[in-house]
């Protein structure tokens, strides 16, 4: 064998080594990476297929913004900012650290596009229905309007300046719950990208707040039957980056009397929402997308798509 045939031959073998290498590379880029786990009262789904960082690196940056905002709104825990918020703000000022005051800002804003239907000072009622404390007992009328009278975002008092909230009514507080687990999500993406970890497509589905991962990635997304939650009623294609969330009366809540009542309140008659539809919407963010899906479960109208993306409403 001559030496060019030799050189010849050994060009075509550092050639399929090079593609072998190429093709070892992207199918371990493109790979799909799936994590479960239980966080913010409810189920993580995430599932990655990562160009730059490691399946360790990602979950790292998701499991860090949880646990960031369950210190910040954590009711359960005495500690977070939201409970300690809660217990003393009828008693002076409570000055808020940036990430809260981002969120109360975030809902006072939704609060005011939504004509009130969206109000994070319902956490009174959500006690008094039995969502935080145990009661085998529908409220009476009475009760519910007594309770009512602590509610009402207008009346709370706001220091932009200071970042300071004030409550000037005793037995005051607020619940974001219509809100947190889509900062949760918008906080994750934030960590991905501070990180350097470059997710190529993905999803991190918290309880069915969605964040879709990539760009101009297409997603097919299946959209429950509210009578049948098990079952799809609709599948949408949606294009990345953005977010999705659904609000119904079919996954959280109590029994009173024998009767069941969904965990959404309506903020106008202090009593949980008996609606006989479901919303989904399409945002561009996590925060948006939870808390107009919630507004159009409440309201039975869509938001305009300048307010908050794409809407569905799925009746029973």
């Known amino acids: 064998m001559d030496r060019r045939t030799v050189t010849g031959l050994l060009f075509a073998l550092l050639l ?22 239980p966080v913010m009262g409810t189920v993580c789904r995430c599932t990655f297929e990562i160009d730059k960082g490691t399946p360790e690196e990602a979950l790292s940056a998701v499991n860090d913004a949880f646990a960031q905002v369950m210190q910040l709104a954590n009711l359960r825990d005495r500690q977070s900012e939201l409970s300690i918020l809660n217990a003393s703000a009828a008693k002076a000022p409570f000055v808020c650290s940036e990430e809260m005051y981002h969120l109360l800002c975030a809902s006072r804003r939704a ?29 009476s009328a009475q009760e519910i309007a007594k309770t009512k009278a602590l509610c009402g975002l207008e009346k709370v008092k706001f220091n932009d300046a200071e970042r300071a909230v004030f409550f000037p009514v005793s037995g005051m507080a607020f619940d974001l719950g219509g809100i947190a687990k889509g900062y949760a999500l918008d906080l994750a993406v934030k960590n991905l990208s501070s990180r350097g970890i470059v997710i190529r497509r993905g999803t991190i589905d918290l309880g069915g707040n969605i964040r879709l991962l990539g760009v101009r990635q297409v997603y097919r997304i299946g959209i429950k039957d509210p009578s049948a939650p098990d079952r799809i009623r609709e599948v949408v294609e ?18 009173l009397d024998g009767r069941k009542f969904g965990h959404i309140i309506d903020p106008f008659s202090g009593t949980p929402a008996p609606r006989d539809h479901a919303a989904t919407v399409y945002a561009p963010d996590g925060i948006t997308s939870d808390w107009s899906s919630t507004v159009i479960y409440l309201a039975g109208k869509t938001l305009p798509e300048s307010v908050c993306g794409k809407s569905w409403i799925i009746k029973k």
């Open 16 to 37: 399929l080594l090079f593609a072998a290498a190429a093709l070892n590379s992207m199918r371990n880029r493109n790979r799909e990476y799936t994590f479960v786990f």
């Open 238 to 255: 949606l294009v990345s980056p953005g977010a999705v969330s659904s609000s119904g009366d079919y996954e959280r809540y109590v029994v």
């Open 111 to 139: 609060h005011r596009i939504s004509d009130g239907w969206f109000d994070i000072s319902v956490k009174p009622l959500m006690d008094l229905w039995g969502f935080y404390r145990k009661r085998g007992k529908t409220p």
